[in-house]
């Protein structure tokens, strides 16, 4: 469910792009903080689950993920390339048409998969609380999770202003003349 609720998420956000109105922009910069968390937990969290659920070696785990790791890295580079291209077709709004498409294709594949909870009764839920306390007792851990956070933070706050700046540079220009 969090797989389609990203698509969803991310089709709405780049649609309001199209639409030069601040109050949907802002609105789609929020929704777009909601889809971020999920980009980074659900569809993790589903391979995980699925794999387990079927049975194959956790071993197996440490290599899923590094080659999609070394996918990820393929893939930005192939997306910025058709964001120029898409941008050249269609001017700034190409990238937001282009990944309207894209994510309506990822949703049909995301629809064909399987739904799975995992187990709620599991020792992950422990985990969590181990977990938690760790960064609660052990500093440089806290610290480590508070510079990601803030970096994160700025990296949203600089997409923010790039992506908004001749929206909002318009809308305080009305608003002051």
């Known amino acids: ?4 609720l990203f698509c969803i998420l991310e089709i709405i956000i780049n649609t309001f792009e199209h639409f030069p109105n601040i109050y949907l922009l802002l609105i789609g910069r929020v929704l777009g903080g909601i889809s971020t968390s999920l980009l980074f937990s659900a569809f993790e969290s589903w391979m995980v689950t699925e794999h387990r659920a079927r049975g194959f070696p ?3 785990l440490a290599e899923t ?3 999609a790791s070394t996918g990820n890295g393929i893939v930005a580079v192939i997306a910025g390339v058709l964001a120029q291209v898409s941008a050249d077709a269609w001017g700034d709004i190409g990238p937001f048409r ?4 894209l994510t309506v294709l990822c949703l049909g594949f995301v ?3 399987t739904e799975n909870y995992g187990k709620q009764d ?7 609380s181990v977990a938690f ?4 007792n052990n500093r440089p851990i806290f610290l480590l999770g508070a ?3 803030f970096f994160e933070g700025s990296m949203c706050d600089t997409i923010l202003h790039c992506s908004l700046s001749p929206s909002i540079s318009l809308f305080f220009y009305l608003e002051h003349h």
Do not use: P, R, V, Y
């Open 58 to 60: 956790e071993a197996w």
């Open 1 to 4: 469910m969090g797989c389609i």
């Open 122 to 128: 599991t020792i992950e839920n422990s985990a969590f």
């Open 111 to 113: 629809m064909s998969w």
């Open 98 to 101: 282009l990944a309207i498409f």
């Open 65 to 67: 993920h590094g080659l």
């Open 147 to 149: 510079i990601q956070a």
């Open 133 to 136: 306390a760790e960064i609660k």
